[in-house]
C-alpha cells in the first residue's frame, strides 16, 4: 500500500444517498408546459400567436353561440329581441330557425300523418297521437341495433337476426304500404336456399347454387308481385304509403348513405376480386368499370340518374328518382370500395395464397377463409373513408332537386320569415354531418388497434 | 390455381366445361362476356327507342348554334352570340383554371399543416389537427355554399368605397379591392405592346395569343438555360479544383436583367381597380363564384393533403433522422435534405389522387353559379337545348380525359420512382 494514496482518498461515501425528487420546473404542469410550449423561442412565438389566435377565434363565435335567441318565429323578431336585449343585431345567433324548422331539416316532408293527406303536424287527426315521424325514427334505432353485432364483436349474437332482416324492415317502415311485398321478397331467398340444400344432395353444389339463384330470381320477378297481392286482399296488414318525393332532410342523407354504403361493399369486394382475377375478359370488364366511374364527378352520375336512366330502360319503366339515384350512388360507391379492396389484396404477402392453395382449398373457400378477412383488415381504414366521403356525398343530390338538408336550407331561406337567416343552418348542418364522420372516423380507428393482431 | 400434372386421358365432354379447371374458366368468361354483351345491347336498344319514340336523334348540330347566354367569368373573349361549343371550350377552361389554382394553394397550405400537426409545440399540433377535423368530417358542398355566403354577406359592397369618409378602403397600397362582389386585382398592361396573334380565324375554338407573353417566356426561357450553363460549369469546376466559385449573383443577374429591359422596352405597368360610378373598374375582376370555390375546394383538399404529408412524414423511420442528426445536420437540413425525399415516393401518388378529386369536386362550381364545364355544357346549354343524353356523355368524356391524363402522370411517376428503389 502506497502511502500518497492515503492521503489523497480522505473519504469514500459507503452507503446510497436518499432520491431526491426531480426539479420542479421538470415535472408536472409545470414541466409539461416548459416541454410542449416554451422550448424555445420559436416555440414560444408559436405559442403566443396560437394563443392570440383561439383568443380572436373564440371572442367572436363564442358570444355568438350562446347570446342568441331561441325564441322566435321570424328574422325580424329575432333582430327585434336582440336590438332590445343587446342594443344591436350583430353578433347574435339566432337559432329560433333551427326551433322552428328542426323537424323539417331532419325530415324534410316526410309527411306526419300519412294516412290523412291534408293533416299538418300541428293538428293531429282523429285517432293519431303521434306523427309517423316515428317509422323513420324506429327505422335509425333498428339500423343501430343491427349494426351493433356487426361492429362490436362482444355484441349480443342474436342480434345478427335483426341485422339480417333490417334490409327489409327498412324500406317497409320508410315507404309504408303492404308488409306482404318486404316478406314475400324475403320469402325469395328461403326459398334459393331451400332449392339449394334440395339440389345439393341429388347432384353438385354448382347445379344447387344455378337452381338455388334462377329459382330466387324467377320467384321475384313473375310471383311477388300477385302473391302479395292475394295475400294483402285477405288479410290486409299494412301502414300508410308515403312517396319518395316526400323524403328529404337529414334522413334522406343518412338513408342514401345506409343504402350505398351497405350495398357497395359487396359489389366493391366483387369487383376488387374481379380485377383480381386471372381471367381476361371478367377483368378487363372490371377494370374499365371502375375507372370510368372513378374518373367522372358523381355529379355527372346524379345527371344520368335525374335525365338519362329513363333512356336506357324500356320505354314506359318511370320509377322513382330516389331509388334511381341510390343505385348510382352504389355504384359509385363500389367502385371506390373495390379499388380500397384491391390495395389490400395486393398488400397480402403471396404466401398467403400459396398456403391456401397448397390446403386445398378452391378459390372462394380461400378467399372467405383466408384472404378475405386479411384483406379487409388491412383495407379497414380505406373502407371507412370511402364510407365517411359517401354519407358526405349524399349532399350532391340537392343539385339535382333533391331537398336534403342544403336544399332545404335554400327552401327555408327562401322563406319570407327567414330570408337572410344563413350561419346557423350552416352551423347546425355542419353539426349534424361532423358528428356522424368524426364517429366513423374514430370508430375505425378503434377497430384497427382492436385488429392489430401483433406483427409490431 | 390448381394443376394437374398427369392430364386424364378421357375424351372431352361437355361437363368438363364446368368441373374441369382447364376449361372453367374459359366458360365463365364467355358466359360473363354474354351477359355483358346482352346488357349492353339491351340498353343500346332501349335508348334508341326511347329516342325515336321522343323524336330527338343523337345529333350534335346543336354545338353550332348560337348560346345566347353569358358567361362572366372567362379567360377567352365570348359573346352571348357565340356558339355552343365556344361556350363549352370557356367552361372547360374555366374548370381547369380553378382547379389548377386550388391544387397549388391546397398543396401549399396542406404541406405546412401536415408538418405543424407534427410540431412539437402542442397547442399548433392541437389546432391544426382541428382545422383538419374540420374540413374532412364536413361535405365540402357545404363549404362552398358557406364560402359564397360569407363573400355576399360579409363583405363591404362598392358603394361603401365611395364618398369622402368611406366606410371600407381598398387593401395592400389601394391596389386590390375585396368586395361583395368579387375581388379586383391590378392587370398587367404593356404601354408599348407587340399585339396580340389571332388563331383559328373565326371558328369556335379562336384564341388570341399575346406575343409580350412569348416574349417573356421567350427570355425566361433563355435566362434558365443560361442559368444553368453558368452552374454546370461551377459544378465542374468545384469538381476538379474542390472549390465551388460564388455565382448566385450571376445567376440572380441572368434572371433579372435580361427580364427588366425587356419590361422596361414593353412599357409594362400595372392597371389598378378604380371606382367608377357604382362599381369598380380596370383591373381583373375575380367573380365571387370562383373566389368562394377556390377558397372551398382548396382548404377542403388541403385537409386531405395535411394527412397525406403527415402519414408520409411518419412512415419515413426514425433511424433516418437520427442518422442524419448524428451527421450534424439542422433540423431544416434534416427534413430538407433527408425525411422529405424519402416521404414524398410516399406522399406524391395520394396527393395527385387529391388533385383528382378536386378537380372532380369542382363540379360543384353550379351550386354557386361558376361557369365551368358542368355549368355550361351540363347546365346551361343541356336545358336550353333538351340534349341530356349529348351533354351529359360529352360531359363525362371530358371529365374521364382529365381524370385518364392525371393518372397517366401518376403511373409515369410511380413508374420512375420504382426505378430509384433498389
Redesign the interface.
Same mark, same amino acid.
Given at each position: 500500500m502506497s502511502d500518497t494514496h492515503a492521503e489523497t482518498v480522505t473519504f469514500v461515501r459507503d452507503t446510497m444517498l436518499p432520491e431526491k425528487e426531480p426539479p420542479l420546473s421538470t415535472v408536472g404542469a409545470i414541466g409539461w408546459v416548459r416541454d410542449n410550449l416554451f422550448s424555445g423561442v420559436l416555440n414560444s412565438i408559436l405559442t403566443i400567436l396560437s394563443l392570440g389566435f383561439i383568443y380572436y377565434v373564440l371572442s367572436g363565435i363564442l358570444p355568438w353561440v350562446f347570446q342568441s335567441v331561441w325564441n322566435a318565429d321570424s328574422l325580424t323578431e329575432c333582430r327585434e329581441i336582440m336590438v332590445a336585449t343587446w342594443g344591436d343585431t350583430h353578433g347574435h345567433a339566432c337559432w329560433g330557425v333551427i326551433k322552428d324548422r328542426w323537424l323539417q331539416l331532419f325530415y324534410g316532408f316526410y309527411p306526419p300523418y300519412p294516412a290523412h293527406p291534408d293533416a299538418n303536424f300541428g293538428s293531429a287527426p282523429d285517432g293519431h297521437w303521434w306523427p309517423a315521424y316515428f317509422r323513420p325514427n324506429l327505422a335509425l334505432i333498428l339500423l343501430i341495433g343491427a349494426m351493433i353485432p356487426v361492429l362490436f364483436s362482444g355484441a349480443p349474437r342474436k342480434l345478427l337476426y335483426l341485422t339480417a332482416a333490417y334490409p327489409f324492415i327498412l324500406p317497409w317502415l320508410l315507404w309504408g304500404g303492404s308488409v306482404w311485398v318486404p316478406l314475400m321478397v324475403a320469402a325469395g331467398f328461403a326459398i334459393g336456399y331451400f332449392a339449394y340444400v334440395l339440389v345439393d344432395r341429388s347432384m353438385s353444389s354448382l347445379m344447387a347454387t344455378i337452381a338455388a339463384v334462377l329459382l330466387a330470381i324467377l320467384w321475384w320477378v313473375f310471383a311477388v308481385g300477385p302473391v302479395s297481392g292475394a295475400l294483402h286482399s285477405i288479410l290486409n296488414i299494412g301502414i300508410a304509403p308515403v312517396q319518395s318525393r316526400e323524403f328529404g332532410g337529414y334522413m334522406l342523407a343518412i338513408i342514401l348513405g345506409v343504402v350505398a354504403i351497405g350495398c357497395s361493399l359487396p359489389l366493391g369486394i366483387l369487383m376488387a376480386l374481379g380485377r383480381q382475377s386471372d381471367l381476361f375478359i371478367v377483368k378487363t370488364l372490371c377494370v374499365g368499370f371502375i375507372e370510368f366511374i372513378r374518373g367522372v364527378p358523381l355529379i355527372t352520375l346524379l345527371f344520368v340518374a335525374s335525365l338519362l336512366l329513363n333512356y336506357f330502360l324500356p320505354p314506359g319503366t318511370n320509377f322513382d328518382l330516389i331509388l334511381r339515384v341510390m343505385i348510382m350512388m352504389t355504384l359509385f360507391a363500389a367502385a371506390y370500395m373495390a379499388e380500397v379492396i384491391r390495395g389490400g389484396l395486393a398488400a397480402l404477402p403471396k404466401g398467403q395464397y400459396e398456403g391456401a392453395d397448397s390446403l386445398g382449398l378452391n378459390y372462394w373457400q380461400a378467399q372467405r377463409l383466408i384472404i378475405m378477412p386479411q384483406a379487409l383488415k388491412i383495407s379497414i381504414p380505406g373502407i371507412v373513408n370511402t364510407f365517411i366521403g359517401i354519407f358526405k356525398d349524399t349532399t350532391l343530390v340537392s343539385i339535382i332537386g333533391l331537398f336534403d338538408v342544403i336544399g332545404l336550407a335554400s327552401a327555408i331561406r327562401a322563406d319570407t320569415a327567414w330570408n337572410g337567416i344563413y350561419w346557423e343552418l350552416f352551423a347546425f348542418i355542419g353539426a349534424l354531418f361532423f358528428v356522424v364522420c368524426f364517429s366513423m372516423s374514430r370508430y375505425s380507428m378503434y377497430l384497427e388497434r382492436k385488429l392489430r393482431t401483433g406483427h409490431r | #390455381?390448381?394443376t394437374i400434372s398427369d392430364p386424364p386421358k378421357q375424351q372431352f365432354r361437355l361437363s368438363m366445361l364446368?368441373?374441369d379447371t382447364r376449361y372453367r @374458366?374459359a366458360t365463365? *368468361? =364467355?358466359l360473363?362476356?354474354f351477359f355483358?354483351m346482352l346488357l349492353a345491347a339491351w &340498353?343500346i336498344s +332501349?335508348?334508341v *327507342?326511347?329516342?325515336a319514340?321522343l323524336g330527338k336523334p343523337i345529333s350534335f348540330g346543336f354545338f353550332s348554334d348560337p348560346s345566347s347566354y353569358d358567361i362572366n367569368q372567362r379567360l377567352l373573349e365570348y359573346t352571348s352570340r357565340d356558339s355552343h361549343l365556344r361556350a363549352a371550350l370557356i367552361g372547360l377552361l374555366n374548370t381547369l383554371v380553378v382547379a389548377v389554382l386550388g391544387c397549388i394553394t391546397a398543396t401549399v397550405i396542406g404541406v405546412l399543416v401536415g408538418v405543424l400537426r407534427l410540431?412539437?409545440?402542442? !397547442?399548433?399540433a392541437r389546432?391544426m389537427t382541428f382545422y383538419v377535423? #374540420?374540413f374532412? +368530417?364536413?361535405? =365540402? !358542398? &357545404?363549404w362552398i =355554399?358557406?364560402a359564397m355566403?360569407i363573400l355576399i354577406?360579409s363583405l363591404p359592397s362598392p358603394r361603401d368605397f365611395r364618398g369622402d369618409t368611406p366606410s371600407a378602403t381598398m387593401d395592400l397600397f389601394d391596389t386590390v379591392a375585396v368586395t361583395n362582389r368579387g375581388v379586383y386585382i391590378p392587370e398587367p398592361l404593356f404601354s408599348r405592346s407587340l399585339g396580340d396573334v389571332h388563331l383559328l380565324g373565326d371558328s369556335s375554338l379562336r384564341f388570341d395569343v399575346s406575343l409580350d407573353l412569348i416574349a417573356i417566356l421567350v427570355v425566361l426561357g433563355c435566362s434558365i438555360y443560361a442559368m444553368r450553363k453558368v452552374s454546370a460549369r461551377a459544378n465542374r469546376i468545384q469538381e476538379q479544383t474542390g472549390e465551388r466559385p460564388t455565382i448566385w449573383y450571376i445567376e440572380l443577374g441572368i434572371l433579372c436583367v435580361p427580364m427588366l429591359i425587356l419590361l422596361v422596352i414593353l412599357g409594362f405597368h400595372l392597371g389598378y381597380p378604380a371606382l367608377k360610378g357604382f362599381n369598380f373598374s380596370g383591373g381583373i375582376h375575380l367573380r365571387n363564384s370562383l373566389i368562394a370555390l377556390w377558397l372551398a375546394l382548396s382548404l377542403y383538399t388541403a385537409a386531405f393533403i395535411a394527412e397525406i404529408v403527415r402519414g408520409g412524414i411518419l412512415a419515413v423511420s426514425k433511424g433516418q433522422s437520427e442518422a442524419a442528426a448524428a451527421l450534424g445536420l439542422r433540423p431544416g437540413k434534416i427534413m430538407r435534405l433527408v425525411i422529405l425525399p424519402q416521404a414524398l415516393r410516399m406522399i406524391i401518388p395520394p396527393m395527385i389522387s387529391n388533385y383528382l378529386n378536386l378537380t372532380? +369536386?369542382s @363540379? !360543384?362550381a353550379?351550386?354557386v353559379g361558376y361557369m365551368d364545364i358542368?355549368g355550361t355544357l351540363?347546365g346551361i346549354t343541356m336545358n336550353q337545348t333538351g340534349r341530356? &343524353?349529348e351533354c =351529359?356523355l360529352l360531359? #363525362?368524356l371530358v371529365? &374521364?380525359t382529365i381524370?385518364?391524363c392525371i @393518372?397517366g402522370v401518376m403511373n409515369w411517376y410511380n413508374k420512375r420512382v420504382k426505378l430509384v428503389e433498389r
Open positions: - | #390455381m390448381t364446368l368441373y @374458366s365463365i *368468361q =364467355v360473363a362476356m355483358f &340498353l +332501349n335508348t *327507342q326511347n329516342l319514340n410540431s412539437n409545440n402542442w !397547442l399548433v389546432i377535423e #374540420m374532412r +368530417n364536413i361535405p =365540402v !358542398l &357545404l =355554399v358557406f355566403a354577406e372532380k +369536386n @363540379s !360543384l353550379i351550386a358542368t351540363g341530356e &343524353l =351529359v360531359l #363525362m371529365y &374521364l381524370s385518364l @393518372s
